[in-house]
């Protein structure tokens, strides 16, 4: 394994998580009765740049292919956040009609929706064709590409610079980190602005988020290693907040090393010492991960069993990729948990890769009756308890297992 920032080799294991199919490559009925292509699940550590990454083996487009399933406006929560971030960037940076934000991983229009409602002039990149169409349909103008360097040189030159852009929990999803990075010191005016947000490192391996490791994640970032990996390709970092979006995420701003003109931020070195007080530069800083999240993995198969033992009718909410990391590894199939509910129907009647749990609409919970309801997206978990709360009449409860198991 050759690190794919620096180019060091890659030895230093993380954590293991055997092997897995992709985790949003949803089967359909027919599919159910072929095979299904599995891949080793192993993330290991660069102890030159601190970069925390996948090992090599799942292609980049047979992750993100037509068939992807993954829309970002099925969370009310995360609308939410998205127009919070609308509104605090256009104030901050004095966004109006003159200026242009383009979004890479525009998904379905989630966030853009919020530009263009607000008349200030806007531009989506999203290579999947399911979630582009989506985002055409809320009247966004979509650019259906992979974004880089290429792309990102090829829209300055149209005229089609950026004033903002946005990247959502992207980062974390390209292969090629480098040329992605890249892309944004092109397309960014002199002195435009560059926002990323994506889920803390920090987080992940305090609260044992194993589950949030999947194929699609070819990194797991700290602002340690992007610090470094922006200043290589053009970026400078001038700013960092924390989120409590996907368990914990940073926010990390940035503009043109060549050409912004943004003093850097107190936080920003603030966050690199902490992180390096918590041991994110040094090996014996991820030592141990591997215990932990076996024991979060045996405590839900231990109560599953206990469950069924019991006969007690258990389903799980959300078919989230971080829940399918979580039940692949677990080995958990459909004797343990009967059915994933998600609103999304582009999921429904399809089933979970791997565990091949079917996939229903929230009128199976109704009808069901379960006795427990496992919530597989932890992070939005009083989201769906609320929202499921008529569960309680029946005396359902509900189950989450990061970082720990809970009952409640």
Known sequence: MICRHCRAPVTQSFVDLGSAPPSNAYLTAEAMRGPEKWFPLR???????????????????????????????????????????CEAMTERFGLDATSHVVEVAANDGYLLQYFKAAGIPCLGIEPTESTARAAREKGIEIVQSFFGEALGQKLMAEGRGADLTAANNVLAHVPDINDFVKGFARILKPDGVSTFEFPSLLNLRDLVQFDTIYHEHFSYLSLTAVNQIFDVNGLSVFDVEELPTHGGSLRVFAQRKDTGSREKNAAVAAML????????????????????????????????????????????????????????????RPDLISVVVDLNPAKQGKFMPGSRIPIAGEEKIRDEKPDYIVILPWNLSEEIATQLAYAREWGAGFVTSIPELKVF
């Open 273 to 332: 010492e902490r992180e390096a007080s918590a041991g994110l530069a040094s090996p014996e800083g991820y030592a141990g991960f591997q215990r932990r999240t076996d024991q979060a993995k045996n405590a839900l198969v231990s109560f599953l069993l206990a469950a069924r033992n019991e006969g007690k009718k258990v389903v799980a909410y959300g078919a989230a990729a971080k829940g399918n990391t979580f039940l692949n590894y677990a080995g958990v």
């Open 43 to 85: 993330v290991l550590v660069c102890t030159r740049c601190w970069l925390v990454q996948t090992e090599d083996f799942a292609r980049f487009d047979e992750l993100f292919d037509h068939e992807y399933a993954y829309f970002s406006s099925f969370s009310a929560s995360w609308l939410r956040h998205s127009k919070r971030y």
